[in-house]
């Protein structure tokens, strides 16, 4: 059985900066009740032509740089997300495009919070069953853009 393992990491944070203070004036909460219950007291926000595919593929080709491989040599991208650009086409289809990864396959993963955990998971299984060499699994989310809505 092959060994699955990370060999590169890489990030994109969009530049503007909402802080609890914002968001109380905004949403109705309380400042100091969302850090206190979350630890967060800032959060970068998307800016309003910004998708998920978009900084999806900034992180992704940080990781590729990181690990010191092209996109010519993915067998797969995974995107963990549960704010798609479309329903279809997948946001990983776009960033496959994007990255010019014309050898890989490319899927998204939607599970809320705990997504991102599940790619990893999935890639782990297709690298150690010989399937893929190289996976990219990519997180991104556009969440200040959903509408919540209450019962």
């Known amino acids: 059985m092959l060994n699955a393992h990370i060999i590169g990491w890489g990030k994109y944070l969009p530049s503007r ?40 593929t900034q992180a992704a080709r940080a990781a590729l740089a990181c690990a010191d491989i092209s996109p010519s040599q993915l067998g797969l991208i995974i995107v963990a997300t549960s704010t798609p650009d479309y329903v279809f086409p997948a946001t990983a289809c776009l960033v496959q495009d994007a990255l010019g990864a014309n050898n890989a396959g490319a899927f998204d993963l939607a599970a809320g919070c705990s997504g991102f955990v599940y790619a990893l998971v999935v890639a782990d299984r297709f690298v150690r069953s010989g399937a893929y060499r190289y996976v990219l699994v990519v997180g991104a989310e556009t969440i200040s853009r959903v509408r919540l809505g209450t019962r």
């Open 17 to 56: 900066i909402v802080t609890n203070a914002e968001l109380a004036q905004s949403a109705g909460v309380d400042a100091e009740w969302v850090k206190t219950r979350t630890g967060i007291e800032t959060r970068h926000v998307a800016d309003a032509k910004q998708a998920s595919a978009d900084m999806a």
